[in-house]
């Protein structure tokens, strides 16, 4: 029989499940140049005390895991809700009236604004306390559009805190830990591209994921995310195998080897 090699590429999808443990609608996780499933057991191994050899006579094997470990490139909303156990929570596009500013600053402070991605149209207004003296842009102040910083260049005019007037785009956040942890169901759709792009393909029904360890937020290359994930027995599809094609943990399917 000829050698079988294997290099894998293709796409992962990740689903939630429903009570009964199907999937429901996959989605795709964008690139993922790195995908790994770990299988381990626990041994407890008998040694005999007769021979004076010390010799292993028994294996016994405690336990049987799988963890699956994943690299992301995707920044999406629903990868960083799932890399940071987060929510979603959309603002829409609005405007602040009499928003204060920070007692005692000084040239040089800066100040953030409750909500980013300023628009320029209408000019924000900065003024003193109770509208009166009026701040001017590029002399006393200097406005960070995208990030909403306020930088104070002097305070020459009006009583402070001072208080602004603007108008904001709307927003997409991600709270971080507000989510519990979420069983997934993953799907491989791959290519076996050492066989001649046969498909490959590769489902785990019940994953967890832990967060993501570490993200990169300053890097000269492209960010990563990986994160790592325990594969769950799944009672149900085990007990209802009748055929033997499910297994309790996931299963791999391929075309027949010639």
Known sequence: MAEI??????VVYASTRDGA????AFRDLGNVPSLRL?????VLEHKESRTG???TDLRLTRERRARVTMTIESFTKANLMMLLYG??????????????????????DMVALNFPLIKNTPTPVVTGTGGVGTLVAGTNY?????T????????????????????YDAEEIVPMFRASQQERYLRFAGLNTANANKPVIVELYRVV?????????????????????????????????TSGVLGGFGRIIQAPVV
């Open 5 to 10: 090699y294997f290099s894998g590429q293709g």
């Open 209 to 241: 994921f832990d967060p993501v360890g570490n993200i990169d937020l300053i890097n000269d290359e492209f960010a990563q995310f990986e994160i790592e994930g325990s594969v769950l027995y799944d009672t149900t599809r085990d007990i209802n195998d």
């Open 87 to 108: 929510t979603t929570a959309a603002v829409a596009a609005s405007s602040v009236t009499n928003e204060i500013f920070p007692a005692g600053l000084q040239a040089g």
């Open 38 to 42: 770990t299988l381990e057991t626990d």
């Open 53 to 55: 050899n010390r010799l």
């Open 142 to 146: 200097r406005i960070d559009y995208t």
């Open 148 to 167: 909403g910083m306020v930088t104070i260049l002097n305070t020459a005019v009006g009583t402070q805190p001072y208080e602004i007037d603007y108008s």
């Open 21 to 24: 443990g199907n999937a429901t």
